[in-house]
């Protein structure tokens, strides 16, 4: 058997920031302990192979067609090793959240793939330069959207304060605890990006104002961090909700999720996680139940960054 890599990378979750990120304002971004792993082989027939959950990709290597928008991240990152791996790959990915939940799955697959490739084919990687190149596909692979935060939270993990223009984000001090609900729905991230685009371009000094406010919450929860005065980041949590509803993202659902939150013993504050328009609410704090509407996720966040490690042996079964 060829030598193997086998790369993990965390999920992630926005805690502050959203929409504003893409528009040069500050961000933060926890990794969380569930985590996405892709192990990688070097094949010796001109094939890239790869399996997950969500199905399976056979391409000829190293001039694959478009692939299937399940593997689009994968396939970017395997091909970033083309010119030093002439016989192709054979790579399968593993995931311990499912992909119809958010939690950064996209970003931590790319970084979990380019790590690992990229040690089968002899290069090492800093963190920084991972960072802007995980990043680099992961825009190029949504069609030129998206900020990077997850792709820092993937590489570094911890609680990162992030501007998409740094070289390597600020880790704050400590994690706190939170509760994750899932809407049961999520609206492709591109296109809730398009509409806030499209609104903000009908009446940019107002959405700009709603920028500042996003941003400035962010400055306020990682100043909070920094003194671990949760009860101070929970107060910012809630002004960064309340200009999320200004953008326009938290519907119905969302909005009800985010109340029950509120009432919920031993929250602190709650927002929208993530671009809106379904997907998750995040309460600060630390609950024994929670009785409102959606799924209470098992999240916790994780101080553990990207790993990888090289298998004399793996028992790829053939694609």
């Not at 000094?205 to 406010?213: H, K, L, P, Q, S």
């Not at 980041?233 to 999720?257: F, K, N, P, W, Y």
């Not at 609950?287 to 990207?306: F, H, I, K, Q, W």
Request: glycine share 12%; charged share 20%; hydrophobic share 45%.
């Amino acid at each position: 058997m060829p030598q193997t890599f086998v790369a993990s990378a965390p999920g992630s979750v926005m805690l502050f920031g959203e929409h504003a990120v893409l528009r040069g304002r500050p961000a933060i971004v926890a990794a969380v302990a569930a985590r996405v792993t892709a192990r990688v082989a070097a094949r010796s027939d001109g094939r890239l192979r790869a399996r997950s959950a969500l199905g399976a990709l056979d391409a000829p290597w190293p001039a694959p067609p478009a692939p299937p928008p399940a593997f689009r991240f994968v396939q970017a990152a395997a091909l970033t090793i083309a010119p030093a791996i002439s016989g192709g790959l054979d790579i399968e990915i593993r995931s311990d959240f499912p992909a119809t939940v958010g939690l950064g799955s996209s970003a931590a697959v790319t970084v979990a793939v380019l790590a690992a490739a990229r040690a089968l084919a002899g290069r090492t990687t800093a963190p920084d330069a991972l960072l802007a190149e995980g990043r680099a596909l992961v825009r190029a692979a949504q069609g030129g959207v998206g900020s990077g935060a997850d792709v820092a939270a993937s590489v570094f993990g911890g609680l990162l304060f992030y501007r998409q223009t740094d070289a390597a984000p600020e880790r704050l001090p400590g994690l706190p605890p939170i509760t994750l609900v899932y809407s049961g729905y999520k609206t492709p991230t591109a296109e809730v990006i398009r509409r806030v685009n499209a609104a903000a371009a009908a009446d940019p000094d107002r959405f700009e104002r709603i920028f500042d406010g996003i941003g400035a919450a962010a400055e306020r929860g990682a100043e909070a961090f920094r003194r671990g005065d949760f009860a101070a980041a929970g107060r910012a949590m809630e002004e960064g909700q309340a200009r999320m509803e200004e953008l326009g993202v938290c519907d119905d659902t969302l909005a009800q999720i985010v109340r029950a939150l509120r009432a919920t013993s031993g929250i602190l504050g709650a927002k929208i996680s993530g671009s809106g328009l379904g997907d998750c609410a995040l309460g600060l704090g630390a609950v024994t139940r929670y009785d409102g509407p959606g799924e209470r996720l098992p999240v916790a966040l994780s101080e553990a960054g990207l790993r990888v490690e090289a298998s004399a042996e793996y028992p790829i079964s053939a694609c």
